[in-house]
């Protein structure tokens, strides 16, 4: 079993700043990528940023430049550091890995639980 717990989130007025931290913990023998994704009310869940291994980074167009993930791979840990909020920012932010338990097993996705980001004036 693989557990991710987030924490970080909160209130923030519009151009603050908020860091997300993820850690990752049970039986993990590699962690393949790890990201987050947000869902807004009424929208659907869309990817923020992903970190995959290697160094390699994605991120959506509209946090380009505002948005940096990193990694802690000794820790298993994701962080998301979130600058020139905007209130279209404001959602349940969520963090993944692709999580490989076994030297001969396949990677599975596994999520947390949601962390809010309100960004209001």
């Known amino acids: 079993q693989v557990h991710l717990v987030e924490s970080g989130g909160g209130l923030a007025q519009p151009g603050e700043s908020l860091r997300l931290s993820c850690a990752a913990s049970g039986n993990i023998f590699a962690i393949n990528a790890m990201g987050w994704y947000r869902q807004a009310p009424g929208k659907q869940r869309e990817l923020v940023a992903k970190?995959?291994?290697?160094?390699?980074?994605l991120y959506e167009d509209s946090v380009k430049g505002r948005f940096t993930i990193s990694r802690d791979s000794a820790k298993n840990t994701v962080y998301l550091q979130m600058n020139s909020l905007k209130p279209e920012d404001t959602a349940v932010y969520f963090c993944?890995?692709?999580?490989?338990?076994?030297?001969?097993?396949?990677?599975?996705?596994?999520w947390g639980q949601g962390t809010q980001v309100t960004v209001s004036s």
């Open positions: 993944t890995a692709a999580v490989r338990t076994d030297v001969n097993a396949p990677p599975n996705d596994y």
């Open positions: 970190s995959i291994s290697k160094g390699v980074t």
